[in-house]
Antibody, heavy 118, light 111 residues
Framework: EVQLVESGGGLVQPGGSLRLSCAAS????????MHWVRQAPGKGLVWVSR????????SYADSVKGRFTISRDNAKKTLYLQMNSLRAEDTAAYYC???????????WGQGTLVTVSS | QSVLTQPPSVSGAPGQRVTISCTGS?????????VHWYQQPPGTAPKVLIY???NRPSGVPDRFSGSKSGTSASLAITGLQAEDEADYYC???????????FGGGTKLTVL
């Protein structure tokens, strides 16, 4: 059974940093591209970042480019999102998702909540 | 403002049919990129409902169907049931943004 379990969310002050993790199990993690998608409270889904199966290719939404860094450790079957210079508008549930093929998501984690507030 | 446009809400009585539209542009749906649909019941994570414009994953009832034409796509739900109450999102790829794009979401209410 495919499982994606996010962790690392919490309350952080504006300008602060946080690192999210996503532990994957039940599939060959190193074979799949992975993404982070976020959802502000009461709002819609927004794509954040994507990483290739070997970690060599990354892309970001304009709203987080230069502040967030996606990475992965295939040996540990873990996806990461390093978030720096956090802003109030980054407050959201962050979902780790698996890409089946070209931008088609087939599995979602349960999400981890990030709150940016003083 | 989402790149893909969906109606904020739709409603229908049990047993009825509803459709949810998803309108894009020449850099996403109109460029031939696939549209995928996700269902998000209240307080839960999204799950895949339709992929590749028209395909249902195993376990999704055939009451749900997808279509695509030009710069738009649609999700149809027939035989509405109370358990269908959820938010529904369309998603595609946008070549101008070089990234994934979602619709703003549509809240389905079963009357």
């Amino acid at each position: 059974e495919v499982q994606l379990v996010e962790s690392g969310g919490g309350l952080v002050q504006p300008g602060g940093s946080l690192r999210l993790s996503c532990a994957a199990s039940g599939f060959s993690f190193s074979s799949y591209w992975m993404h982070w998608v976020r959802q502000a409270p009461g709002k819609g889904l927004v794509w954040v970042s994507r990483i290739s199966s070997d970690g060599s290719i990354t892309s970001y939404a304009d709203s987080v480019k230069g502040r967030f860094t996606i990475s992965r450790d295939n040996a540990k079957k873990t996806l990461y999102l390093q978030m720096n210079s956090l802003r109030a508008e980054d407050t959201a549930a962050y979902y780790c998702v698996r890409e089946h093929d070209f931008w088609r998501i087939d599995y979602w984690g349960q999400g981890t909540l990030v709150t940016v507030s003083s | 403002q989402s790149v893909l446009t969906q109606p904020p809400s739709v409603s229908g009585a049990p047993g009825q049919r509803v459709t949810i539209s998803c309108t894009g542009s020449s850099s996403n749906i109109g460029a031939g990129y696939d549209v995928h649909w996700y269902q998000q019941p209240p307080g839960t994570a999204p799950k895949v409902l339709i992929y590749g414009n028209t395909n249902r994953p195993s376990g999704v009832p055939d009451r749900f169907s997808g279509s695509k034409s030009g710069t738009s796509a649609s999700l149809a739900i027939t035989g509405l049931q109370a358990e269908d109450e959820a938010d529904y999102y369309c998603q595609s790829y946008d070549s101008s943004l070089s990234g994934g794009v979602f619709g703003g979401g549509t809240k389905l209410t079963v009357l």
